[in-house]
């Protein structure tokens, strides 16, 4: 007969062997600033946005304009989350104070999104390094490694790990560790291995680095020299190619680039660098500002490249009954352009949420032309003000005029 201990001992043993080995939540990521990953179904379709590199442009320097451009444009996305690829600080040079203060200038910029959209990031080279040369600072006052790793871990919980969605498995790695820069090696190698092959029945793989598997042809050379890829990425995809791996997003290039699937098991790699740090090439070479769409359809995956400043939400001239707003997309992209719904906030008296109903139409040419699916999905009265989330289509390019009305006592608009 089996003792009782023997019996404990052989339940834990087989719960062991159930749990799989570096699994998502061995090491798992936080968002900054802070956001929940709400739970989906598995095969729901996934959106999320990848973007990176809006570090200033010098030790105390403000954030990037357009990053706060890039936040306002994927809160009016509001994807399922947002990966970055690094350097979302400068870091280099700082004391402890001075880096905790960019990294709160980077989550201003991100207010759009807090509480409602997760960000998660993998670190680069601006948050995580050890060398701290040409400092005017004594060496005693700055934050090298392991304070900037502390720091970051203080905001984006590990410095690689991973988290599951919709059965879909998205790996953050460090390609910035103190010693072993540019490459995934050590611990972290062992760990990725297990956590792929723990993952390797997920409809999709994707992974995320700061610095890039391959750079950009189209790079200033000057730039080029200072930014070699990951040193083992033949090592890295031959594991790839092994699982679902669809794609992998790295920054650390201030540009935009994409090496085609076809040349590589099917595995896309892309360079993302474009959320306001100094560009590297021209605009016709990659050099622009921008950020990714990123989505995933059953086990089918596209990709739109979306420069800021062409997607916003514009006031409209309104009646006294009525509140409209343009939504104003001019990018050039293969689908259209998919809004999970647009906050607006009305002055409409009273302020009540009986009575109301949302329309929308797109002009075409002299002509206006009504969309289906528009519909007031919550409403709040709060601060003596009407606060609405209206559920809208997938946009294209182009202009939709929505219009939110109060209803007269008999059901209809009043006139």
Not at 17 to 43: H, I, N, W, Y
Not at 88 to 93: D, L
Not at 127 to 152: M, N, R, T, V, Y
Not at 226 to 239: I, T, Y
Request: aromatic fraction near 8%.
């Amino acid at each position: 007969m089996m003792t009782k201990t023997a019996a404990t001992s052989l339940i834990l043993a087989l719960l062991c062997l159930a749990a799989p080995l570096g699994a998502a939540t061995d090491r798992p990521l936080k968002s900054f600033p802070d956001a929940p990953l709400k739970e989906a179904p598995a095969g729901a379709e996934v959106l999320f946005v990848v973007s990176g590199d809006n570090r200033p442009t010098a030790q105390g320097a403000p954030m990037p304009p357009v990053l706060k451009t890039i936040f306002s444009e994927i809160g009016l996305i509001r994807p399922d989350f947002v990966i970055w690829t690094g350097d979302t600080v400068y870091g280099y040079c700082d004391s402890r104070e001075e880096l905790e203060q960019e990294y709160q200038a980077f989550a201003a910029a991100a207010r759009p999104i807090a509480g409602t959209v997760p960000l998660f990031n993998a670190p680069g080279n601006h948050e995580i390094h050890s060398q701290q040369q040409g400092c005017a600072a004594p060496a005693e006052k700055l934050c090298p490694a392991p304070c900037s790793e502390d720091a970051f871990r203080g905001h984006f919980g590990q410095l690689y790990g991973s988290f599951d969605y919709a059965g879909a498995h998205f790996i953050a790695l460090d390609t910035d560790v103190p010693g072993a820069a540019d490459e995934i090696s050590g611990e972290q190698l062992e760990w990725l291995k297990r956590d792929l092959e723990s993952n390797k029945g997920a409809r999709a793989i994707f992974v995320f680095t700061h610095t890039e598997f391959y750079s950009a042809p189209q790079i200033d050379a000057s730039a080029g020299a200072s930014h070699p890829g990951v040193a083992n990425r033949w090592e890295l995809q031959d594991l790839f190619r092994r699982y679902p791996v669809k794609a992998v997003f790295s920054g650390h290039e201030h540009i935009y680039y994409r090496e085609p699937g076809a040349q590589h098991d099917g595995i896309d790699y892309f360079v993302a660098g474009g959320a306001g740090a100094p560009l590297y090439a021209s605009p016709d070479r990659g050099g622009f500002s921008h950020y990714v769409v990123v989505r995933l359809a059953g086990d089918k995956v596209s990709y739109d490249v979306i420069e800021p400043g062409r997607l916003s939400l514009e006031p409209a001239p309104s009646a006294q009954n009525e509140t409209k707003l343009w939504i104003v997309n001019s990018n050039d992209m293969e689908q259209p352009l998919p809004l999970r719904g647009i906050e607006i906030e009305s002055p409409l008296k009273p302020a009540r949420c009986e009575g109301l109903t949302a329309t929308a139409a797109a002009r075409k040419r002299d002509t206006w032309v009504p969309l289906d699916g528009v519909a007031i999905d919550n409403c709040a009265v709060k601060d003596g003000a009407l606060r609405l989330h209206v559920k809208v289509p997938p946009l294209p390019q182009g202009s939709v005029l929505v219009t939110v009305r109060r209803n007269g006592n008999d059901g209809k608009p009043t006139s």
